[in-house]
């Protein structure tokens, strides 16, 4: 794994809030936080209800940014902004492996017909640094 590959999963390993953009039906777009992390390919996963407005969303149109990385003003060192495209799933093995106890008070376990997993793949990771005004950019294959 490469150094700036590293340091982005460093930032993004934890679940933390983050902000989502996806595109509304009239083509606006629409922010929201959920609660997501990434895995060391740096995939980012979050859980939404399948009935959702952002499913919709991302069924129409996939792609999506997400902001992610400060958690807090007084430790806040590294940002990630993360160009992707997303997929809507409901296969038993991520909703399985997303699954945390904490998700119950919004499900009633992972095989909840209304739980699903948001699975973006990034096509652009900026990793922006306090002090620094030029992120760094890393790309898959690149």
Known sequence: MSDLKDR??????????SNVATIT?????WVR???GKADRDLVFRFC????SRKVSQIRKNPNVQVTLGVTSLETA?????????AEVSTEKSER??????????YFSG??????????????????????????ETWEPGG
């Not at 939404?48 to 009935?51: N, Q």
Request: hydrophobic share 35%; net charge negative.
């Open 8 to 17: 982005i999963y460093e930032v993004s390993k934890e679940m933390q809030l």
């Open 25 to 29: 039906e009239d083509g606006k777009p």
């Open 33 to 35: 936080y959920v609660m």
């Open 48 to 51: 939404t209800y399948l009935g």
């Open 77 to 85: 060192k590294n940002w990630l902004q993360v160009q992707g495209i």
């Open 96 to 105: 399985e492996s997303f699954w945390t106890d904490d998700l119950q008070n």
């Open 110 to 135: 992972p095989e909840d017909p209304d739980y699903s997993v948001i699975i973006i793949r990034p096509s652009k990771i900026e990793l922006g640094t306090m002090g620094n005004m030029t992120p």
